[in-house]
């Protein structure tokens, strides 16, 4: 789901508030959000997460066990292995700041990678004192395979110019103009699904 920061940031800020008050509302609250979402306490143990955290990560977060993360391996954009304790959220929580611009990868323990940017929001109570931190984990994977595909294409039309034979630059060209439409069509898709 691709959604707009200002989108984003009222869901956060919803789920700041639920946190701060307390209560079994903060459940219902959660549950109301649409994009996976799920809040830890000032140690980064994972206390409460929406159904959507379950489709994300294909797994049942444990709550009161997990810490840092819902997900049930991480890795970062080159496929290295990223830790829990190494993740975004743990991040935000020892840096006591919201971490913006990141992306990592989640597996799922059927196997399926998903390229996601997570907005890990610490919470500070009255005082200021750190009491936890809520994450929305938003899923770019499309956005990701049409950074790609524009790539590949870019490649092609380079290839296509060097060459002298113009039968095979033409392949060359017509195989860009798939990747660039392909690319488009995984936008399109993306921002209509936010839209819905």
Sequence with gaps: MLISTAVADEMLATAARAVLAG????????????APIYVTDATGLVTHFNRACIGFTGRLPAAGKDRWCVTWRLYANDGEPLPHEGCP???AILQKRPIRGVT????????????FMPLPTPIFDGDGALIGAVNM?????????ADELRAQADRCRRLARGLSDRKAG???????????????????????????
């Design 89 to 91: 959220m743990a991040a």
């Design 170 to 196: 033409e392949v060359l060209c017509a195989m860009a103009a798939e990747y660039a439409d392909k690319a488009a069509e995984l936008e399109r898709s993306s921002r209509l699904a936010a839209a819905v």
């Design 104 to 115: 990592a990868i989640a597996e799922r323990p059927n196997g399926q990678r998903v390229a």
């Design 137 to 145: 984990l938003i899923d770019v994977t499309d956005l990701r395979q």
């Design 23 to 34: 209560g079994e509302r903060l459940s219902a609250t959660l549950e109301e959000l649409d």
